[in-house]
């Protein structure tokens, strides 16, 4: 099996809690190297992650030849130049959400990649989770009947300091809609099918950030079923984590000391253990194996052009007060 050489872009907070070590533990990937703007940290990293080369030159970067693909973690507003001038050179793509700030972005991106016919995958998590792997094969099963509803409250208490990139519309692009609901969104759309319209509302009285600290996004798909995804910077953890309903049972996912999934049909109910999972590291093995063309891409570059879309769509009608009409 080869072993893709990974070069890491953005080696913030992500990259250190998640996706460095997820690199160091798959079994198909290795930490080549790390682009930071600072020489110190970029070294100090290096180390740490037992990374080969830091460098602070994007164009030095992109240019070593042993690099295979690159993992990118900066902040939302550098996604596009970057996953672009990556896929120039050659290199597959591994970008984390949301794939960019608005769908043209995003287009570009789907492009570049198309054109220069490297792999292009975004980190949409929750598609990874055997949990959610099981929820989606039980709906193709129409094991609860017809959905009709769906829910996902996604929140962290995760007040943000007045100069953290999160809060600058110009470089998040949004706020926790952007941030966590481009996560429940996609979950939606994986599990429940095209989105054809959407409405939603945001508010940030509680920090007076100048992007939604809440965001409430509702969602119609194309075989009727509807769904709601609430997002919050200032709202606490909620402990219910996904909801389905469908005409002859539901399904559940809730932390009580560790997830569990409650299924329900016809007045029987099951509750399931789930485990701890490395998404992270799920991610990159199966990236992988996309490159080597020994799997078909649970994420491809459309998901992150469409989660865009939907986002979009969300913020226009906020904005407007208008249920704002898809196209797929
Ligand atoms: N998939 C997930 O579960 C998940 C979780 C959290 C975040 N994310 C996503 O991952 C990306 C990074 O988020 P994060 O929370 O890791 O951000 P972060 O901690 O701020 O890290 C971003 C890194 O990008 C580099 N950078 C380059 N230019 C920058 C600039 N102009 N301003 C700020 N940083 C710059 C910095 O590294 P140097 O200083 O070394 O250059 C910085 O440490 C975002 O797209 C975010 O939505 C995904």
């Known amino acids: 099996m080869k072993c893709l050489k990974w070069g890491v872009i953005g080696p913030g907070s992500v990259a250190q809690r998640r996706a460095m070590p997820a690199i160091q533990k798959a079994e198909n990937a290795e930490l080549h190297a790390i682009l930071s703007r600072d020489i110190d940290r970029g070294q100090r990293l290096a180390q740490e992650y037992g990374a080969e080369i830091p460098y602070t030159d994007t164009e030095a970067f992109l240019a070593d030849p ?10 939302v507003f550098l996604h596009k130049e970057q996953a672009v001038a990556a896929a120039q050179k050659g290199l597959h793509v591994l970008c984390d959400k949301p794939l960019s700030l608005n769908p043209s972005q995003s287009q570009k991106i789907l492009d ?5 016919n490297v792999h292009l995958q975004i980190c949409f998590l929750f598609r990874f989770h055997s949990c959610f792997q099981q929820i989606r094969q039980w709906l193709q099963e129409k094991r609860f ?7 996902m409250p996604f929140m962290k208490h995760a007040p943000k300091d007045s100069n953290d990139w ?5 470089k998040s692009g949004g706020g926790s809609i952007m941030d966590l609901g ?11 099918g095209e989105v054809t319209a959407v409405s939603a509302f945001c508010s940030s009285f509680i920090f007076q950030h100048p992007v939604e600290e809440t965001g409430l996004v509702m969602l119609r798909f194309e075989n009727g079923a509807q769904a709601v995804t609430e997002t919050s910077f200032s709202g606490q953890l909620s402990a219910q984590i996904l909801e389905i309903y ?5 399904v559940v996912v809730y932390n009580d000391n560790g997830w569990k999934i409650k299924t329900t049909i016809d007045d029987q109910t099951e509750i399931i253990d789930a485990q701890f999972e490395d998404l992270f590291q799920s991610q ?9 063309g020994q799997e078909s891409p649970i994420v491809v570059g459309l998901d992150g052009l469409r989660n865009n879309q939907i986002i979009s769509a969300a913020y226009r009608s906020a904005t407007s007060k208008k249920v704002v009409d898809l196209e797929n």
């Open 166 to 170: 999160h809060i600058d519309p110009a």
């Open 145 to 151: 009947g017809t959905i009709v509803h769906a829910r």
């Open 284 to 292: 990159f093995e199966h990236f992988g194996r996309c490159v080597e």
């Open 246 to 250: 469908g005409t002859s049972g539901s």
């Open 66 to 75: 042993q690099l295979d693909a690159v993992y990118i973690a900066t902040p």
């Open 182 to 192: 481009a996560h429940s969104i996609d979950l939606f759309r994986w599990l429940l």
């Open 112 to 116: 570049a990649c198309q054109a220069n």
